[in-house]
């Protein structure tokens, strides 16, 4: 069988997928630290495979955001949904409390390394620089701040050109994780639309088992609170599905990629 072939019909209890869909889901306090532009809020950046949404529940701001269209700032306020496909570079700003929930398309792949910083070109070059400037170490909330200075100076710097430059650069950073990412898709939300086409099947044949199958599930509210990519996340922890490994030409399954926090 084609290793890349979709998982075959299920025969027996249905997958079950951590939440609707394979989506992700966290909480999300947006940073306060004012930035060399004067605004207040995350690190910009750039999902590859992913959309976003964002469900404003507290305070006030915007996400500005750069795609091949134009630069953009939507305001955000209490009870405004707002979503963003892959490809475009967003940017929290808080304008005061602001909090949000945040759902993500995919579940695993963003903390997988989808998204890209959008760092100063040398540093996009240099994958080994990338890493270094990317990674959390030593004190969070000031590699964390850190982090999202570097990432700042390189938006500003997009908004005046070089996009298409950013896109390629992402896509070389990121490139030798497809494999692990196409995994995660297939064992989730690939996973979860395959059920939905087995229950219809059944449904159209009379068959009601599926039915027999109903549960309820809860998710444990987050204790640790991470510095992500925009402020602090609180992450539910939703376990994945079962993988079956894609096996490379040597043989050996692709290992996981290290997780890092959205």
């Excluded at 950073?173 to 497809?178: A, D, F, R, V």
């Excluded at 609170?225 to 050996?252: A, D, I, N």
């Excluded at 692709?254 to 997780?259: A, C, E, T, V």
Aim: with cysteine.
């Amino acid at each position: 069988m084609d290793s890349r072939a979709p998982v075959p019909p299920y025969r027996g209890t249905p997958v079950v997928t951590p939440l609707p869909g394979g989506v992700g889901i966290s909480g999300l306090t947006v940073y306060d630290w004012e930035a060399a532009d004067g605004l207040c809020g995350g690190t910009p950046h750039m999902h590859l495979v992913c959309s976003e949404a964002y469900v404003v529940i507290g305070g006030a701001g915007s996400v500005q955001t750069l795609t091949t269209s134009g630069f953009a700032d939507t305001p955000l306020l209490p009870g405004d949904v707002v979503w963003f496909t892959p490809g475009t570079v967003h940017r929290l700003v808080n304008d005061g409390g602001l909090r949000l929930v945040v759902l993500m398309q995919n579940s695993g792949l963003p903390e997988a390394g989808d998204a890209v910083f959008t760092f100063p070109a040398p540093l996009l070059a240099d994958p080994h620089a990338y890493r270094k400037a990317a990674a959390l170490t030593g004190d969070h909330a000031t590699a964390a701040r850190r982090r999202r200075d570097l990432a700042l100076e390189g938006f500003l710097a997009l908004r005046k050109g070089g996009l298409p430059e950013f896109h390629t650069a992402a896509h070389r950073l990121k490139g030798e994780l497809l494999d692990a990412w196409w995994i995660r898709w297939r064992d989730g939300p690939l996973a979860a639309a395959l059920t939905t086409g087995r229950q219809l099947e059944r449904l159209k044949a009379g068959d009601l088992t599926h039915l027999d199958h109903g549960a309820v599930s809860r998710l444990e509210r987050p204790e640790r609170r991470l510095f992500g990519m925009c402020g602090l996340l609180h992450p539910y922890p939703v376990p994945g599905p079962p993988t079956r490994p894609l096996r490379g030409s040597s043989g050996s399954p692709h290992p996981r990629p290290p997780k890092e926090p959205f």
